[in-house]
């Protein structure tokens, strides 16, 4: 029994050591952390609208709709088109056939190309920064289901280019063509210009 005794009195003793080293939490411990929130930070992610096809007076614009470039491959890319007698960083080439309606009789695409307006991100254009044209000549045509005389403009299809600040971002390009009738045809396309 005395064993027993012994026993006891050692446990007792361990067990006031261990309660002597274990930290109570009658304070609040205090943490300080050292973190750089930015490390953490969502980029910012651009989701381009989607992008409708081409309508029947566009057959080509340049940037490409839904399309990403870097400032780099950009500017390359312009530089490429550099060739042209005249470029900047937007253009497009102009079908006339959907364009012309009975009665018009334009001599030059130079008298049709006021009636067209050009916006890019808010910044909206008269007149472009340059134009080529074809050496075609005026073509008159008669509709054969309504007898209806049409003429194509010489210089018919032409290229219109205008400039833009090369700025990262999204950047929206509307065309606005107004017909004889008054009615207005246009198309919007969007593109990325990253760092």
Known sequence: MRNWFIIL????VIMVLLSA??????????????????????????????????????????????KTYSLDEFAELIENFGTLPV????????????LVEEGDDFDSVDDFVPRVS??????LFSEPHGMTRTDASPITFVDPD????????????FSLYYTMAREPG??????AIRKTSGEVVSYAWSFLLTE
């Open 21 to 66: 080293c274990t930290p109570t939490l009658a304070e609040p411990l205090e943490v300080t952390r050292f973190v750089d929130e930015s490390a953490y930070s969502t980029p910012t992610r651009i989701v381009l609208p989607t992008q409708m096809s081409l309508p029947d007076f566009l057959y080509y614009v340049f940037p490409e709709p839904g």
């Open 9 to 12: 009195a050692l446990a007792s």
């Open 170 to 175: 999204l950047h929206t390009v509307e065309v």
């Open 118 to 123: 050009v916006k890019i991100d808010d910044h």
């Open 146 to 157: 309504t007898g209806g005389v049409f003429q194509i403009p010489g210089g018919a299809p």
């Open 87 to 98: 470029s900047g960083e937007v253009f497009f080439d102009v079908r006339m056939e959907s």
